[in-house]
């Protein structure tokens, strides 16, 4: 056992509202720079929909992620031989007609334009040539379902449904849609840090969070390609790659990342999780149907004791022991049962969790009111939202997996209706616990985590210990102006 | 170059002497004639110099070999039967008495057998005037060339955008 700790995540899906507070949060924090417009670190995507860079889920374009081949994994991009026979023309890369042009408003001619009989308009420029452009894509283009012929019908996850299936999606009056807010997951099995020629990438040690190196980034960009979901960008004024840096420096100081603070919805969780790196390679070679399950394997109880002692044996610190003991990511993915990875099947064993969304399951055929229990679970099966395109999203095609988290949903809205409107039997409680597999605290204590606690309970950071860690080897004051984010130095040469 | 040998009209006067020399033992101890094919190994380095002498190759160009025959820190050796004659290489195989030569073969004299093999090497590539057509530095060249030529073509591979395909299909079925 070599026991790691991770700092991951939950987005409850039900809860958010799709007002993109979270993705101008660390836009500004992080991104709001020169070449850096086109990137968004944390994004908020609309499903069904081809998403933010276009169809970035269809591998069979991008190469993201990892392939079985035989008994061994290896990057679909192609190991050492391929990349540097890529080095200097990746062919798998997005286009920026794939991202979006970046844009903005020549907002000075609203107030300079010279009098006239006509009101003065603020033309959209390119912020890459300066000429006018004229703005057709956007970061969430496909925000809301607009445009859904093309983006919400070319979705990889809708073709592949049936065309029964797809015409329960589209039907006019019945359409539905939920959102998909997306930062890295900061993956054990991270294929950017793979795919890196020079080294840079790393996933530090104490906490998981998957670093690129800016001093030794060299701009090669087989990270771009190699992350399936796309959460590597190229820097085009710094020449650097930059990703999502789940705001250590945020973190190291106590706060919540910037996007989770932000969030209006409250749909955003965060705690250690502890996970036996030794089984990374093993879990990521099960088959698409097993990885969800399989990564839940991976991750081990906080309490137990033979944990506990593998964990302080390879140098654990107490608080952080302490903080995974806390966390409600380990609820919601182990205790619960009711958070699935997005795409397990890229096989990077993205560490960043998702409640499924129940709403727009719920709300057919009885305008959202139930009738029984047995009722709630065939009716799953008609769904609005087909099952298979969720099983597709969450569990690598396993429905089981989705209806399992649905099972548990449902008897929460069950039980909690039997206590607040009292229109429900006692055995249908009974009967929607016992298929859900839990029992009556559970539920409640679900019903509390996702509707009631403070951002205290939702987001435990946990003591990353920087500061005594620096001390320990420079002297501090020296470290705070040596580094940060902004640093910017000339490689070094290796020759 | 032991095909190509087979044309020369020294090596078909050679050929009854081999011959004879099969048929008698004894005879090629005490025969002028080196063997050529020997003599070329010992040019090239695939078979020592019994005292530890380098192989002639390591410096000298000579036709043949083609590109890796084209070491210039000596002369080049083409002409070198044409020019002397049998005597006159004789005479250089066992003085080998060129400053830079002398260095490396005073305490590692060719043999007498060794001499007669590389004579005889040397007069049946006699006339092997052409000087090999590719340097390597060429072949260096041409190799970069179809490297990025390769590069090229693959870069023709490149993913085409994803986007505006999908659009431009929704307006060709709407027939915009
Ligand atoms: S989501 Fe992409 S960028 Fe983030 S760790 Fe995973 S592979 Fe790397
Ligand atoms: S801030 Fe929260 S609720 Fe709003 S879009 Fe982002 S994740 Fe959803």
């Known amino acids: 056992m070599d026991i790691r700790a991770q700092v991951s995540s939950v987005f409850h899906l039900d809860k958010c509202i799709g007002c993109h507070t979270c993705s101008i949060a660390c836009k500004n924090l992080w991104t709001d720079r020169r070449g850096n417009e086109y990137m968004w670190w944390n994004n908020v995507e609309t499903k069904p929909g081809t998403g933010y860079p276009t169809k970035w889920e269809d591998q069979e374009k991008y190469n993201g992620g990892w392939e079985r081949v035989g008994t061994q994994l290896r990057l679909k991009q192609g190991g050492k031989a391929a990349t540097i026979g890529k080095i200097f023309h990746n062919p798998d890369l997005p286009t920026m007609d794939d991202y979006y042009e970046p844009f903005t408003y020549k907002y000075a001619d609203l107030t300079n334009a010279p009098a006239g009989t006509d009101q003065p308009t603020a033309r959209a420029v390119s912020m890459v040539s300066g000429k006018p452009m004229k703005i057709e894509a956007g970061p969430n283009w496909d925000d809301d379902l607009s445009g859904s012929t093309v983006y919400a019908a070319n979705d990889p996850g809708v073709i592949e449904l049936s065309a029964e299936q797809q015409q329960q999606l589209f039907t006019i009056e019945k359409m539905v849609m939920f959102h998909l807010p997306r930062i890295c997951n900061h993956c054990s099995n991270p294929a950017c840090v793979a795919s890196c020629p020079s080294g840079a990438i790393y996933k530090r040690g104490e906490d998981g969070i998957v670093l690129i190196n800016q001093d030794k980034c060299r701009g090669w960009r087989m990270c771009v390609s190699a992350c399936p979901y796309k959460k590597t960008y190229y820097g085009w004024s710094s020449g650097k790659s930059e990703k999502c840096i789940l705001c250590f420096p945020r973190q190291e100081a106590g706060e919540a990342p910037a996007c989770f603070h932000a969030c209006v919805g409250r749909i955003r969780y965060l705690g250690v999780l502890l996970y036996d790196a030794d089984k990374i390679e093993e879990t990521a070679m099960k088959a698409d149907g097993e990885l969800a399950a399989a990564q839940r394997e991976m991750i081990l109880d906080p309490f137990d004791p033979q944990v506990l002692a593998a964990a302080r044996k390879g140098g654990m610190a107490e608080q952080i022991i302490k903080a995974a003991q806390k966390s409600p990511v380990y609820k919601f993915v182990k205790e619960w049962g009711i958070a699935l990875p997005l795409h397990p099947e890229f096989r990077t064993l993205p560490m960043l969790f998702y409640v499924p969304p129940l709403l727009p399951v719920l709300s057919t055929e009885h305008q959202g009111t139930q009738k029984l229990a047995d009722d709630f679970f065939t009716s799953l099966e008609q769904a609005r939202l087909p099952l298979m395109y969720l099983a597709g999203l969450f569990a690598g095609g396993n429905e089981e997996e989705v209806k399992a988290v649905y099972r548990r949903l449902i008897a929460v809205r069950i039980q909690r209706r039997a206590e607040t409107v009292g229109d429900m039997a006692e055995a249908e409680v009974a009967k929607a616990r016992e298929l859900a597999g839990l029992d009556s605290k559970t539920l409640d204590a679900i019903y509390r985590m996702t509707s009631l606690t403070r951002i205290k309970e939702r987001i435990q950071v946990p003591p990353m210990l920087r500061e005594q860690a620096v001390e320990a080897g420079m002297d501090p004051e020296e470290y705070k102006q040596s580094m940060g984010f902004g640093s910017r130095k000339a490689p070094k040469r290796r020759w | ?176």
């Open chain 2, 1 to 176: 170059m032991k095909i190509r040998g087979w044309r020369t009209n020294l090596f078909r006067l050679i050929m009854p002497l081999a011959f004879l020399a099969f048929l008698l033992p004894g005879f090629s101890a005490m025969a002028v004639e080196g063997d050529a094919t020997i003599g070329g190994q010992l040019y090239a380095g695939s078979r020592p110099m019994a005292n530890g002498g380098a192989p002639c190759i390591a410096c000298h160009a000579h036709p043949g070999f083609g590109a890796a025959g084209t070491a210039s820190y000596g002369p080049d050796l083409s002409n070198l039967y044409t020019d002397y004659g049998a005597e006159g290489v004789a005479g250089v195989l066992e003085s080998l008495a060129f400053p830079s030569m002398e260095a490396i073969f005073a305490s590692r004299p060719l043999t007498a057998r060794e001499r007669l093999d590389l004579s005889a090497f040397f007069a049946q590539t006699a006339d092997r005037k052409t000087a090999p057509a590719i340097s390597l530095a060429g072949l260096i060249l041409l190799g970069v060339v179809s490297v990025f030529a390769i590069v090229a073509l693959l870069g023709l591979r490149r993913l085409k955008g994803v986007r505006q395909p999908l659009i431009d299909q929704v307006r060709k079925q709407r027939g915009m």
